[in-house]
């Protein structure tokens, strides 16, 4: 009977009932394990077990097992351990109960699986947790819907006192009342003002108010049920924010402006800094003009982060940006957009001869974002104006002067173009000779050159010379009779009642440091120079008296101007596209 009558009491009280009639057995074989042994709530320890519950254990005895354990009592909830690197006995919260399903309903209105269940989670908690016996709290807490712990959030905002003054209606000025009533309540109930809302400050609140009555089917605890998103068993203010949907927004002060940069062509992204609980969606305007919804092939706001993109940025887009969450327009920051372009430069007059002695300017147009800065070279070489009284650098370097010209001043002179983002280079010939020929060719050419890379080109009545400027060397002569690759047709062919032979030519251009065009009036075409094997690999018709020639970069084509005849009675102005490799195009411009 009295074996049956032990395992009765621990079928009545789960788990702590196995381990009293443990305790049992063991007192009949000899000395009990006191870290093992319950004790009633009721029952309060001597004076040592007091010491001992609370941590402080009196090791002075001596143990003949030599466990400190075995004469140690932590209480429920809590087990003995023995410390590896002091080898003294310590009290710490139990790290698991016995799986036994006898559920009970603790203090702060949670279910546990029994009895142990509830004392370890408040030794975990370090706060006090006992047993209740009430209906209400195993089937109300099930009868609380969605619904009705909405509708228990507005009775309890409804019953907080409007704080701020009636002014004029916006969605900004309701969120910030609602906000202050919000903290009105939740001060309220921290009894403790620690910062924290635990299940008994909510259930004293509660039984104060006599709140039970009108709660319906919900309790206060229910707002730890819903809303207590990280499981700490307590709601902060923050949690309590997102419980009455109070928006908060935020935008530190070192991030109210914001600046980008871009290269032109590239893509960009304008990430919005404001942050907060629940906040709206972001709102992008420039100019005063909403952008989220003018389906823009450029600039779109698709993804969740509120960001905005702008696709193959150029410089129209350069500009200040804001953005704010919807319905909040007073907080907002603004995103000033810059735009880098590479540097673009145009050097002219592309080639000039001039008598010794005389002035000569070389000037050099550069554009690009930011400003570039300006660097010239003479025949590949630094050109240092400072350590010359003859050179000077004018605007900038967007001019070089040079006062009274000399023939070692004859080369090519490169202007280079440089920014955070490009180089860019073009170059501009100087000829200095003993005097002009009045002659076709010196009107239309002047019997002047084309530099490209360390090679300088002279077209003269002899055909086309190949010039290294730094050694003052020969390195090919293309003569008026040397013939074309595939066509078979002399450089310079002799026409009717000419007589001697000569080549006469009007302008030239540089393309990509691969091939010169060059034109022959009296011809009407031009001719192409590979520029690798330094002969003329193809002639294309063009419309009569060809005499000058831009090579436009950004289309990769080459601009014709023809004169018809002598007296410009037909000028146009033919398109060549070098991507075809000298196909012509069928535009004409007529004047």
Not at 220 to 241: C, G, I, K, T, W
Request: charged letters at 25%; a negative charge.
């Amino acid at each position: 009977m009295g074996s049956l009558c032990v395992w009765a009491v621990a079928a009545l009280l789960g788990t702590s009932g196995c381990w009293l009639a443990e305790g049992l057995k063991t007192s009949r074989r000899g000395s009990v394990h006191s870290a093992t042994m319950p004790r009633s709530s009721s029952q309060e320890p001597n004076s040592m077990e007091k010491g001992k519950a609370d941590g402080n254990i009196d090791q002075s005895l001596s143990d003949p097992d030599g466990d400190p354990c075995r004469r140690t009592y932590c209480g429920r909830g809590r087990q003995c351990v023995l410390m590896a690197d002091t080898g003294r006995a310590e009290c710490v919260c139990q790290e698991k109960c016995r799986p036994s399903f006898v559920p009970v309903c603790g203090s702060d209105g949670r279910f546990y699986e029994n009895h142990c269940e509830v004392y370890r989670t408040a030794c975990l908690e370090r706060r006090r947790i006992y047993v209740v016996h009430s209906k209400d709290c195993f089937f109300k807490g099930n009868a609380c819907t969605m619904s009705e712990y909405n509708r228990l959030k507005s009775m309890l905002l409804d019953m907080q006192p409007k704080v701020l003054k009636n002014g004029g209606q916006s969605q900004q000025r309701d969120m910030e009342e609602k906000r202050a009533r919000v903290d009105t309540m939740f001060k309220y109930l921290d009894v403790d003002q620690d910062g924290r809302l635990v299940s008994g400050e909510l259930e004293k609140i509660s039984m104060k108010e006599h709140l039970e009555d009108s709660l319906l089917e919900c309790t206060m605890q229910d707002l730890l049920r819903y809303d207590d998103y990280n499981n700490d068993r307590h709601l902060s203010l923050h949690e309590f924010y997102t419980a009455f949907q109070v928006v908060q927004l935020s935008l530190s002060e070192n991030q109210w402006i914001s600046v980008s940069t871009v290269t032109v062509g590239l893509s960009a992204v304008l990430t919005c800094a404001i942050q907060g609980t629940l906040r709206p969606p972001i709102i992008w305007k420039r100019n005063g003009i909403i952008l989220n919804f003018l389906d823009l092939e450029d600039i779109n706001d698709f993804g969740d982060d509120g960001s905005l993109y702008i696709t193959k940025v150029t410089t129209i887009h350069m500009g200040n940006y804001s953005c704010h969450a919807y319905g909040y327009e007073d907080l907002y920051q603004t995103h000033v957009l810059q735009v880098n372009v590479p540097p673009v430069i145009l050097v002219y007059p592309e080639t000039q001869a001039q008598e010794p002695g005389v002035s000569a300017s070389l000037h050099c147009h550069a554009d690009g974002i930011p400003n570039p800065k300006l660097l010239w070279l003479k025949n590949g070489m630094d050109l240092l104006p400072r350590s010359s009284t003859q050179l000077a650098l004018i605007a900038n370097g967007s001019e070089l002067f040079i006062g009274s010209v000399r023939y070692e001043d004859t080369g090519a002179y490169t202007c280079i173009a440089k920014n955070e983002v490009g180089v860019d280079e073009d170059i501009s010939s100087l000829f200095v000779e003993d005097s002009a020929k009045k002659t076709l060719a010196n009107i239309l050419w002047r019997e002047e050159g084309l530099s490209v890379g360390n090679m300088f080109y002279v077209f003269s009545d002899e055909g086309i010379t190949v010039l290294q400027p730094s050694e003052c060397e020969i390195r090919k002569h293309m003569q008026r009779a040397e013939r074309i690759v595939a066509t078979y047709e002399e450089m310079c062919p002799k026409g009717e009642g000419v007589s001697p032979q000569h080549c006469v030519w009007s302008s030239a251009v540089n393309v990509r440091d691969k091939y010169i065009y060059v034109t022959q009036p009296l011809l009407s075409r031009l001719l192409v120079v590979d520029v690798q094997t330094q002969k003329v690999v193809q002639a294309v018709t063009t419309d009569s008296f060809p005499v000058k020639m831009l090579y436009d970069k950004s289309h990769d084509q080459v601009w014709v101007l023809t004169w018809g005849d002598m007296d410009r009675t037909h000028p146009t102005l033919q398109a060549l596209d070098l991507f075809k490799f000298i196909s012509q195009l069928g535009v004409y411009c007529y004047f």
